[in-house]
């Protein structure tokens, strides 16, 4: 199906092209105590007179603007989202009613522990959820998303190798890591060894004995990895970095292949990060919040970030721990994040948490069966949670992966993660995740087609692409490079 190219773009004006001197968007009553000085009150410096072109606008006309640009956002709640590796999956109301209880929302951290105690236990009981889907002996709540959880994974990993006598000094990553992974690393002071994935997608054992010594700190590994495949030599990997004294960080982004089927504490994971904010369905995007708690096995725990929430004598407390790496977020977290996971948990169950992971990979195959023959598949077999196309096939009619990712806007789509991972030259990374039903699986699949059809019969249609959006195209290198961060009157 092809679109109208010459659909009209309109764009929506700035509040300071708008309005004239003299509207006002509200009305003030008349003060009944006489009016301060704010230069004597504050300073001369912290006091300006009236900004220079600030606009003056009428309140129907800031509601107009401001609705009008809500009516330009695209969210999960308006249709598929089906970024590779960010798992956005639909956030049920439930959990939203659930956070916005008053006995929630209007706690405060620093209210008397003896006050706190649904919270508390809500948090201990979340802790247990964790530990039973992860295989981990204790987890910390604390971490303000997935980065910091790494963040923090390895400081923990440096504690830990520091107390035996040798902090080490590398830690081993694959090429398919996230960008996180080597920058989590640098700022723990650890030099980065990077290790390439065999032909199939996977690390092989061999590539891991070859860089393993005793100046190995740890292995990050992230399982499913980014091209969307199980890393099924996890066991056999883990047991040579374990014979050498080094630790497996396990990079729980891609959790929701696994949750309720695999426990990563079983297959020789030491450390792991869990993003809440993906696969237990709280939302995220456009900067948060997010929740990355980590989990820990035994020999760590000693190590956790505190303070700790125990259940002692009949109730619940928080704790510290002597040799803890100390505090990585203010209190507990986002305990917003965590009142809305836990209600997604309780909601589902244990076995409806595995038929979410069940689904996810279902959905991901079913997307792949429908694509492979018009879009190239880099890997053969199935996939996890997450599938990966390229544009070889298109690029002989001189159509590219950001092309066919803004031609998919006009179809009414966000587009999907592109040129990622690094490994795979023109990456379209789909991860459709549990959520999408096979009416919308079906109907983003023909989008695809029709998109490659174009790009074989009518390829300046797809790189010329978006027509019905409120820009065109934008030049996104010169945005990168010489952005323009504020308005400036003429």
């Known amino acids: 199906m092809n679109r109208d190219p010459r659909a009209k773009q309109t764009l929506e004006p700035l509040l300071f092209e708008k309005g004239s001197p003299g509207r006002r968007g509200y009305s003030l009553p008349p003060a009944d105590v ?91 009981r979340l802790e247990q959820i964790l530990c039973e889907v992860s295989g981990m002996a204790r987890v910390t709540l604390q971490p303000a998303a997935g980065a910091q959880g790494e963040l923090t994974g390895m400081l923990m ?9 040798n902090p080490r000094k590398k830690v081993l990553i694959p090429d398919t890591a996230h960008g996180t992974n080597p920058a989590s690393c640098t700022l723990c002071d650890y030099e980065v060894v990077s290790m390439k994935t065999g032909p199939t ?11 393993m010594d005793e100046e190995v700190a740890a292995l990050m590994l992230t399982n499913p990895n980014t091209c969307g495949l199980f890393e099924k030599h996890i066991v056999e990997i883990a047991e040579i970095v374990h014979a050498k004294g080094g630790l497996v960080y396990f990079d729980g982004a891609n959790l929701n292949a696994l949750m309720g089927v695999a426990k990563p504490g079983h297959r020789g994971v030491d450390v792991m990060h869990f993003n809440l904010h993906k696969t237990f369905s709280t939302p995220h ?11 820990v096995a035994e020999p760590l725990v000693r190590y956790l970030p505190t303070p700790i929430v125990n259940h002692r ?14 505090k990585v977020k203010s209190f507990n977290g986002h305990v917003g994040m965590h009142i809305r996971a836990y209600a997604f948990a309780l909601a589902l169950g244990g076995e ?39 544009d070889r096939k298109q690029n002989a009619h001189g159509v590219k992966t950001l092309d066919i990712a803004k031609r998919l806007m006009d179809y009414g789509y966000h587009p999907p993660t592109i040129y990622f991972p690094l490994v795979v030259p023109g990456a379209l990374m789909i991860e459709p995740t549990e959520s999408e039903s096979l009416e919308t699986l079906d109907a983003f699949a023909d989008s695809m087609r029709a998109i490659a059809a174009e790009a074989a019969d009518w390829p300046e249609l797809v790189t010329g692409a978006p027509f019905t959006t409120p820009v065109a195209r934008l030049d996104e290198v010169t ?4 952005p323009i961060l504020r308005w400036l009157p003429e």
Request: aromatic share 8%; proline share 8%.
């Open 313 to 326: 004598e009949g109730a619940y407390v928080i704790e510290e721990l002597p040799e803890s790496i100390g």
């Open 34 to 124: 006489p009016a301060a000085d704010a230069a004597a009150l504050y300073g001369k410096e912290s006091t300006r007179e009236a900004v220079e072109g600030f606009p003056e606008i009428s309140e129907i006309d800031v509601v107009r603007h401001y609705t009008r640009l809500s009516r330009q956002n695209y969210g999960v709640d308006v249709g598929m989202y089906p970024l590779g590796s960010c798992t956005m999956k639909y956030n049920p109301k439930l959990n939203e009613w659930a956070a916005r209880l008053p006995e929630f929302a209007r706690s405060h951290p620093l209210q008397p522990v003896e006050i706190s105690q649904g919270l508390l236990e809500l948090m201990y």
């Open 157 to 165: 990993v440096r504690a830990y190798q520091k107390a035996k006598g």
């Open 479 to 482: 945005a990168a490079r010489k």
């Open 285 to 295: 995007g456009g900067g948060g919040p997010g929740s990355g708690p980590v989990g």
């Open 201 to 211: 997608g996977l690390l092989e054992p061999r590539e891991v004995a070859a860089h």
């Open 352 to 390: 409806g948490l595995a038929d979410s992971s069940r689904h996810a990979v279902l959905n991901a195959n079913y997307l792949l069966a429908k694509l492979r023959d018009v879009y190239h598949a880099p890997y053969p077999g199935p996939v996890m949670h997450e599938c990966i196309l390229t």
